[in-house]
C-alpha cells in the first residue's frame, strides 16, 4: 500500500472537516488499522509539504488542511498529493517552454482491464465505502431515483460550470425544476443545462439496459451537443482537427483513427468490474481521446456515472472542484498521460460529493414503490390528463391499471401515490410529460368537478 495513498487519504478527510481535529479524532474517522504513532508521522510529512497545518503543541494540538497553495501565480487546491504537484508545476510552465505533443496511443493499448488499475486497491475499497447506499439486491438505479432532483441540478450546475457556464446553483435548479431562465445569461448557458438534464434522464431511465458501450457514449454526446453543435456532429465522431487552449496537445484529425479509438475506450470499459475504476478511466480516455467536436468533457463526466448509477452507488457530480484543478489535471493527460491529479481531484470530490447527498437522502426519506414504478405512474398520470379524466374516472383507471403493471403487495402504495401527484399537479410538474399547460388547466377544471 503505497504511503502516498495513505497520505492522501488523511489530507481528504481533513479537506471534508469544517474546524481543525485532534489526531484522536482524525483515527477514529478514517476507521483504518493504522497506529496513533503512524498516522502522526504521515502529518508531520504533511505539514513540512506544506499541505496541512498543526494549531497547538501539546497532546490536544488539532491539524487543518490548507486548502490552497502557490504555484507559480495560479491557485492549486488541496486536494492535490505531492507526487500531483510535480506534474503540475511542469504543465505550468509557459507554453513556449513546453513541447507538442500528440495522441499516443499505446497509453490505452497499455491498459488491460483488471489488471491494471489508476486507482489504488485502497482508494477503491474508500471510495466504495464512502458510496455504498443500498443493499446489494436493490434493482439497479434504485438510489439514482431516489435522489434524482439533487443528481439532476448538482451534476448539471457542476458540468456545466467546469465548462464556463454562468448559471448560479439557484438559477441552476429553477430552469431545471421550473423551466425558469435567468436574465442576462446566454441562450447557450440555457441550452448546455437543459441538455445536461436530457442526458442524465437518459442515465437514470435506461439504468436497467445501459452499458459503457459505444451507444451509450455516443447517445449521451448526441443529449448533451443537441443545438451547440452542428447536427451532423452530434453523436458522431468530428472530421477535422481541434485544438485544446492553453495546451500544446495535438490530437487525432482522422475520423477513422478516432472512430478505432473511440471503440476501443468503450470495448475496454464494458469489461472493467470496478465500477469506480471503470468510472475513471471513462473520464480519462474520452477527454484525452477529444473525438467530437465539442462537448468531449461533458460527455467524459456522464459517462463516468455510468457504473455508479447501476450500482447504487452514489453519483459523482463533480462538487468543490475550481476550473483551475480540473483543467490542470485534464492538461497532465493530454501532454503526460499522467492521470495523478486526476485520481487525486476524482477522489477528494467524491469524497465531499457523498457527504452531501446523505443530508439529501435523509431529508427527503425512501418510498420503494414511489422510486420503483416512476415510469409506469407518470405514463398513467398523462394519460388521465390528456383524456380530460374525472376524479372518480381517474381512480378507477389507476387502480385497473396498477393491476396490470405490478404485483398486488404494491398496488395499494402505487394508487396512493399517483392520486396524491393528481391532486398536486400544477405547471411545475408537467416537465417531460408531454402536455401544455392549457391542457392542463381545461384538466383541472374536470377533475375538481366530482
Known amino acids: 500500500m503505497k504511503t502516498r495513498d495513505q497520505k492522501l487519504a488523511i489530507l481528504r478527510l481533513l479537506g471534508r472537516e469544517p474546524e481543525p481535529i485532534t489526531l484522536l479524532q482524525l483515527k477514529n474517522n478514517l476507521k483504518l488499522n493504522y497506529t496513533s504513532r503512524t498516522i502522526r508521522r504521515w502529518l508531520n510529512e504533511l505539514i513540512e509539504e506544506g499541505l496541512v497545518k498543526k494549531l497547538g503543541i501539546t497532546k490536544s494540538s488539532k491539524y487543518v488542511s490548507i486548502k490552497a497553495q502557490s504555484r507559480t501565480d495560479e491557485h492549486v487546491s488541496g486536494c492535490f498529493g505531492t507526487e500531483s504537484l510535480v506534474a503540475i508545476k511542469e504543465i505550468s510552465k509557459p507554453l513556449f517552454e513546453r513541447l507538442p505533443v500528440t495522441y499516443n496511443d499505446d497509453w490505452l493499448d497499455s491498459y488491460k482491464p483488471n489488471i491494471s488499475f489508476y486507482l489504488s486497491e485502497e482508494l477503491r475499497e474508500q471510495l466504495q465505502k464512502s458510496g455504498q447506499r443500498t443493499e446489494s439486491q436493490e434493482p439497479a438505479g434504485t438510489y439514482a431515483h431516489q435522489i434524482f432532483d439533487r443528481l439532476l441540478i448538482d451534476l448539471s450546475y457542476n458540468s456545466s460550470r467546469l465548462e464556463g457556464n454562468t448559471y448560479s446553483l439557484l438559477d441552476t435548479k429553477r430552469l431545471l425544476l421550473h423551466g425558469d431562465s435567468a436574465e442576462g445569461k446566454l441562450d447557450e448557458e440555457k441550452v448546455m443545462i437543459l441538455n445536461h438534464k436530457e442526458a442524465i434522464r437518459y442515465l437514470v431511465d435506461n439504468v436497467t ?117 480540473y483543467m490542470s489535471a485534464m492538461i497532465a493527460i493530454y501532454e503526460l ?114
Open 209 to 325: 439496459r445501459i452499458n459503457a458501450d459505444l451507444n451509450a457514449i455516443c447517445t449521451l454526446h448526441y443529449l448533451l451537443a443537441d443545438g451547440l453543435v452542428e447536427p451532423k456532429y452530434a453523436g458522431k465522431v468530428r472530421d477535422y482537427g481541434v485544438r485544446i487552449g492553453g495546451s500544446t496537445y495535438i490530437p487525432f484529425e482522422d475520423s477513422k483513427r478516432l472512430q478505432l479509438q473511440l471503440e476501443k475506450i468503450a470495448e475496454k470499459a464494458t469489461k472493467i468490474l470496478n465500477p469506480f475504476e471503470q468510472s475513471l478511466f471513462l473520464v480519462t480516455h474520452i477527454s484525452y481521446l477529444q473525438a467530437f467536436v465539442d462537448v468531449n468533457k461533458r460527455t467524459a463526466r456522464l459517462s463516468a456515472n455510468i457504473s455508479l448509477i447501476t450500482k447504487n452507488l452514489v453519483p459523482h457530480s463533480f462538487n468543490d472542484v475550481s476550473v483551475e484543478d
Open 337 to 450: 498521460q499522467d492521470v495523478r491529479p486526476l485520481v487525486d481531484l476524482y477522489a477528494y470530490s467524491y469524497i465531499r460529493t457523498c457527504a452531501a447527498y446523505d443530508s439529501t437522502v435523509k431529508a427527503l426519506g425512501f418510498d420503494e414503490v414511489r422510486i420503483r414504478y416512476r415510469q409506469q405512474r407518470r405514463e398513467i398520470i398523462r394519460d388521465v390528463i390528456l383524456r380530460g379524466m374525472s376524479k372518480s374516472v381517474a381512480q378507477t383507471y389507476i387502480e385497473e391499471e396498477s393491476r396490470k403493471e405490478m404485483p398486488k403487495e404494491d398496488q395499494k402504495a402505487f394508487v396512493k401515490n399517483a392520486n396524491e401527484d393528481l391532486e398536486q399537479m400544477d405547471q411545475s410538474r408537467i416537465s417531460g410529460l408531454g402536455i401544455t399547460p392549457e391542457q392542463l388547466n381545461e384538466w383541472i377544471r374536470r377533475y375538481w368537478q366530482n
